[in-house]
């Protein structure tokens, strides 16, 4: 499949202006942040909060921080306005007009819309319900073409919250490396997943660019501070693309983003301490509900992507639950599977209790 770019500004990234401007419900499970901290979470952020500060590409305290904690020279490591905003200026560096992208359906539609607007030519490759949405390096190899210069994949899978492991990993890396093609790997999810192997792809070759944030995995959505973990060359590259962006971070964001890397054993906890029993909450409710199947994402994941049984659109069922039921679920359109839905489980736990009972009532109502 290949996606050309719209003709409207307003169809940049459809699912983040959804996101932004739905009509809520009182149970809003459509949002995919962690459960956001407060400052009693993250010791001595008060104390961190300046306003200025030499940041000029990235606060090195920041910048040496992220190092740290990934094993890797300063030099490969680059702060960016989230991980959105880590996958906008790699692609900048990566790309220009007319080349081609290489990305998975169903997918995040933002990394997508990130190459829509520098005008790439987006080829998408399947990650099939038959196979779990798993990773199919076959399937990779049939899509690329010797034009090919990024291949774009989520770990944790967005919408799924699949796990994909190394070998799987490394074979993509080999396919891409034979046309010279660079592999970006949003991992925003993947520390926050119990039980997997949440080694950053750009630590396994070159090839690789991982962009993560603080927001997903340790709930500081509201810092909006990301990275990218790549070679020292595209680390530069996408420092001097943010010299025309934003040209820095903001200094209270990164200075506070110091004291969460001290903190960072502490924030995993409290995330998996969140998750885990929500994960549960929910295998509990979709496996009860024979109106539902699911793939069941990583154990720790913040979402997941059931589909409604036999339909093949379940839009009019999202929207009739939450106009009727007051329960919110993100349509699977915008991931590019119209029978699912994705359901947010990082969120309050009265938050989540009330959204499942109220979509128990609304699949008793019935799926028209």
């Known amino acids: 499949m290949t996606i050309r770019a719209p003709d409207r500004p307003d169809s940049w990234a459809p699912y983040l202006t959804w996101a932004k401007h739905h009509p809520h419900a009182r149970y809003d499970l459509c949002g995919s942040n962690l459960l956001h901290c407060t400052l009693d979470d993250l010791p001595g952020a008060r104390d961190a909060l300046e306003l200025m500060a030499d940041n000029d590409d990235g606060y090195a305290p920041l910048v040496e921080a992220i190092a740290r904690r990934y094993g890797v020279p300063a030099e490969r490591v680059t702060t960016a306005p989230g991980a959105a905003g880590a996958t ?3 692609l900048g560096a990566l790309i220009r007009p007319g080349d081609t992208i290489l990305a998975e359906w169903p997918g995040y539609d933002p990394q997508k819309g990130a190459a829509r607007f520098l005008d790439a030519r987006i080829n998408t490759f399947d990650r099939s319900w038959a196979t779990g949405f798993a990773l199919d390096p076959e399937r990779i190899a049939a899509a690329m073409t ?3 210069r990024v291949v774009m994949l989520t770990n944790l899978h967005n919408p799924s919250g699949v796990h994909t492991d190394g070998p799987a990993l490394m074979a993509i890396a080999a396919l891409a490396d034979a046309v010279g093609a660079k592999v970006l790997v949003d991992e925003v999810y993947l520390e926050g997943a119990s039980g997997v192997d949440a080694t950053p792809a750009a630590l396994r070759s070159d090839v690789f660019i991982t962009v993560s944030s603080l927001t997903k995995s340790f709930g500081l959505a509201g810092l909006r501070l990301g990275w990218a973990l790549a070679d020292p060359g595209t680390i530069e590259g996408i420092r001097r693309v943010r010299d025309v962006v934003d040209g820095t971070g903001a200094v209270p964001s990164e200075r506070l983003g110091v004291v969460a890397f001290q903190h960072v054993d502490r924030l995993l906890e409290r995330a998996h301490a969140i998750l885990e029993p929500h994960w549960h909450m929910l295998e509990g409710f979709i496996e009860s509900r024979p109106e539902l199947e699911w793939v069941p994402p990583a154990l720790g994941s913040c979402v997941a992507f059931p589909r409604l049984v036999g339909v093949a ?18 349509p699977g359109r915008y991931f590019g599977a119209p029978g699912h839905f994705r359901i947010a489980i990082g969120g309050e736990r009265r938050t989540l209790e009330g959204g499942l009972e109220a979509l128990g009532r609304a699949l008793d109502r019935g799926i028209s």
């Not at 659109?313 to 993100?330: L, S, Y």
């Open 88 to 90: 906008f200026l790699a």
């Open 313 to 330: 659109d379940a839009e009019g069922f999202v929207d009739m639950a939450r106009d009727e039921f007051a329960v919110g679920v993100v």
């Open 146 to 148: 010797p034009d090919t």
